[in-house]
């Protein structure tokens, strides 16, 4: 049974990833950390253990992989797109920083990592439509230059040092636990709460703008089965394309009058985060991911709307 470490475990993804590993490995093997705890995840706490971590503190993360003989850090710690360019030195710093502390600690304790990248890796010289798993990689946020070099530091840390490490190329990610935390795609998200709320969105991506998403379960299942994947049929380790599904605002909109016919959607549209979208993909390629380690997600967009807006109405009680 693998004894595994969470980092940034109260973010959208680690939320939901601790207690889909709690339930696969045991809440006593999944040690979930963050900078701070948070009282809207108090039940998340105390299901297992939780420790404080920032993730530059490397003495403490090396202390915690000790005290619980850990074997496997999945390190979701991180300051994503839209945030990233406010705070760019941050971005660096959590992102660049956190994970060489990551890896120095599985070379030095030979332990697996699994860390995720991100669409954000391209920019806007990339094949746009069906984005191939190698292709140019030249991006125009921090985010996405820290995400680059994650990718080939996991690589060099597997290469060099024989390190197990492994990740996957996140689209943006849609879920009804946690919310977002500062990234261009988060409008997929927020539209469905508003749906419910207010019957209208104003949506700061433009209409036209295709991007990859993918629903929640079907990004903790990538996780848990490139974790367990065998590892030699892997041949791109720790940069794998994923993708569910591509839309843009109006897609999301025709879906969502399917429950809720009055719904209205608007535009307000950010400079920043448009910018941001449009230097990255219209639809990934992920045949690699398929070939090597069996990715198949479920959800498609009008199947996510259905499930989205049933558990939104349950978590914020509205009846209709
Ligand atoms: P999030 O912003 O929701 O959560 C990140 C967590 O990291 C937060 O809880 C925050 O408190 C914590 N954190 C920040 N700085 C820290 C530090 N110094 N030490 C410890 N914890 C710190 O992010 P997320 O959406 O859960 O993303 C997790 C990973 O997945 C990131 O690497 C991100 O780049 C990647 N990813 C996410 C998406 C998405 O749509 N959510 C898409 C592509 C890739
Ligand atoms: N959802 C993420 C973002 O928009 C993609 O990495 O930043």
Known sequence: MRKILITGGLGQIGSELTKKMRD?????NVVMSDMQAKDTHKDL???GPFEMLDVLDREKMGEIVDRYKIDTIVNLAAILSAVGEAKPQLCYDVN??????VLELA???????????????????????????????????????????????????????????????????????????????DYAVHIYYEA????????????????????????????????????SRLRHRNAFNITAMSFDPEDMAHSIRKHIPEFKLDYDVDPVRQAIADSWPNSLDDSEAR??????????????????????????????
Do not use: H
């Not at 660049?96 to 502390?101: A, F, T």
């Not at 798993?133 to 070099?149: E, L, N």
């Open 45 to 47: 706490i105390e299901s």
């Open 107 to 185: 070379r030095e304790k030979d332990l697996s990592v699994f860390t995720p990248s991100s669409i954000a890796v391209f920019g806007e010289n990339t094949p746009k439509d069906k984005t191939p798993q190698d292709t140019i990689m030249r991006p125009g946020t921090m985010y996405g230059v820290t995400k680059v070099a994650g990718e080939n530091l996991c690589d060099y840390y597997f290469n060099k040092f024989g390190v197990d490490t492994r990740g996957v190329r996140f689209p943006g990610l849609i879920s009804n636990d946690t919310l977002p935390g500062g990234g261009t795609t």
């Open 291 to 320: 070939a090597q380690w069996d990715w198949n997600p479920e959800f498609l967009l009008d199947d996510m709307t259905a499930d989205m807006l049933n558990s939104l109405r349950k978590k914020l009680n509205i009846q209709d």
């Open 24 to 28: 696969i490995y045991g809440n006593d």
């Open 96 to 101: 660049m920083n956190g994970l060489y502390n």
């Open 196 to 231: 419910l709320k207010q019957k209208k969105y104003t949506s700061f991506i433009d209409k036209g703008t295709k991007m990859d998403m993918m629903y929640m379960p079907d990004a903790l299942n990538a996780i848990v089965q490139l974790l367990e994947a065998d590892p």
